[in-house]
T-cell receptor
Framework: DSGVTQTPKHLITATGQRVTLRCSPR?????VYWYQQSLDQGLQFLIH???????AKGNILERFSAQQFPDLHSELNLSSLELGDSALYFC?????????????FGSGTRLTVV | DQQVKQNSPSLSVQEGRISILNCDYT??????FLWYKKYPAEGPTFLIS?????DKNEDGRFTVFLNKSAKHLSLHIVPSQPGDSAVYFC????????????FGQGTRLTINP
């Protein structure tokens, strides 16, 4: 258990629908990052939140949005879903101190759009 | 715009031998480089990192080498063990992007008994 919790683990939904993916960061971590991994691809950065504020955006579609709540959990909302949105969505958290150990990742949410 | 590249999608190594995974990058502003290991159905787990001001970092069987002039880093695993079979991602930290990590496409390492 990495300490980063993602729910649900699996999600199957139809095209055009909207889903919400949830992430609880490791205790004490203020940063939350969302990444997308499509089939046989690397991890693509979507968005970064720090203590409730958006800090950086990657190649995130306009149909996707995210937020980080006062208790530091984060949600990634995906709407008007298309077949190509099927992927693994990872959340990661970090506290940047000293010799950096990078992020701690959750186990991911596998989204299948049919 | 692929700033971090792992050109070998797969690598097969005999148990007990050395595994060498390679990674190239284009952005000279990256300040940290990291290697992550990923098993199926799990999230990536941190393996080892190196600051851009160093050229080598060692942790047990794992050593990362950084060649800044060539914009190249490599991960050496000695000796390789069956449990090392996984997908390995190279990543770089972008200080101009709020420390976001930029990942390579991954290399699938298979250790053969």
């Amino acid at each position: 258990d990495s300490g980063v919790t993602q729910t649900p683990k699996h999600l199957i939904t139809a095209t055009g629908q909207r889903v919400t993916l949830r992430c609880s960061p490791r205790s004490g971590d203020l940063s939350v990052y969302w990444y997308q991994q499509s089939l046989d691809q690397g991890l693509q950065f979507l968005i970064h939140y720090y203590n409730g504020e958006e800090r950086a955006k990657g190649n995130i579609l306009e149909r996707f949005s995210a937020q980080q709540f006062p208790d530091l959990h984060s949600e990634l909302n995906l709407s008007s879903l298309e077949l190509g949105d099927s992927a693994l969505y990872f959340c990661a958290s970090s506290t940047r101190t000293g010799s950096w150990g990078g992020y701690t990742f959750g186990s991911g949410t596998r989204l299948t759009v049919v | 715009d692929q700033q971090v590249k792992q050109n070998s999608p797969s690598l097969s190594v005999q148990e007990g031998r050395i595994s060498i995974l390679n990674c190239d990058y284009t952005n000279s502003m990256f300040d940290y480089f990291l290697w992550y290991k990923k098993y199926p159905a799990e999230g990536p787990t941190f393996l080892i990192s190196i600051s851009s001001i160093k050229d080598k970092n060692e942790d047990g069987r794992f050593t990362v080498f950084l060649n800044k002039s060539a914009k190249h880093l490599s991960l050496h695993i000695v000796p390789s063990q069956p449990g090392d079979s996984a997908v390995y991602f190279c990543a770089a930290s972008d200080p101009q992007g709020a420390q976001k990590l930029v990942f390579g496409q991954g290399t699938r390492l298979t250790i053969n008994p």
